[in-house]
């Protein structure tokens, strides 16, 4: 018990976590400006903290890796880069207590600019240090510093490729669980980023009854998969049926589905 107490301790003192005082909106932005148009959007970032505190605004970018995970990259590295394209106006500020102010984030896109990219804008406190609470921050451990992330993307109104699909329906039900779980994978074959809706569809093969679940909903980018896992939220009874797993990503095209059959004993 004393070693657990001792290893807190160490913890606690190599640990100054600030408190996130303060409020940012919207923290998902999109735009859909066509080659050679200028956007702006507002976000609003509002002081709740008892002291006067500077902000700070940074663009960066990131890229989704093959299970479908938002990955930090350089700007030279992203294959869909955003940050480029966008400037933010004031970058730098400075808010009483409660006090709240509009932050202008503007997209310039290029005359050559085309297809759907995306970044993100981080917001958090600007810390400053005395060279002597610097020192003291070095001996006891780091300063952690809370911040937001803005999500922001931009796809061209004039473009209408959405194309997805989705296969390898699974049964991953486990000897010990109550329900019935399946996996399956959506891959966005075009160029916009897509809401992709999956509900589960069963058939029972003795009666042709078929009833319908719920949907899940996972956000797709372009050239990305994603795993997802659907549950029937009852228990079935015995007997075999027909699992389909329908995916609906809107802007009226056709449902794509995959099925198999299992037996319920």
Known sequence: MKFINLTLIILLSTLFLYSQDFEVAPVDIKFNANSGEIQIKKVTIRNYGNKKQQYSMTLSDYEINES????????TEAKHSLSGWLTVNPSFFELNPNESKEIDVILTVPHDGTGTRWGKLGVQ??????ASEADKSLAAGV???????IWVTQSPKNSNNYSASIKDLTDITEANDTIRKFSATIVNTGENIINAKVFVAVADLST?????????EEKIYPGSSKKI????PERL????????AILDYGHRKP???????IEQK
Do not use: D
């Open 125 to 130: 406190p600007a810390v400053e240090q005395t």
């Open 229 to 232: 896992v659907l549950k029937i």
């Open 208 to 216: 042709a009854n078929e009833k319908k679940f719920p949907s899940a």
């Open 143 to 149: 300063v952690v510093v809370p911040r937001i992330v």
């Open 237 to 244: 009874k015995a007997g075999r049926y027909v699992i389909a």
């Open 68 to 75: 479908g995970k938002k990955v930090n990259v350089k700007e």
């Open 255 to 261: 449902l794509e589905g995959t099925q198999i059959m």
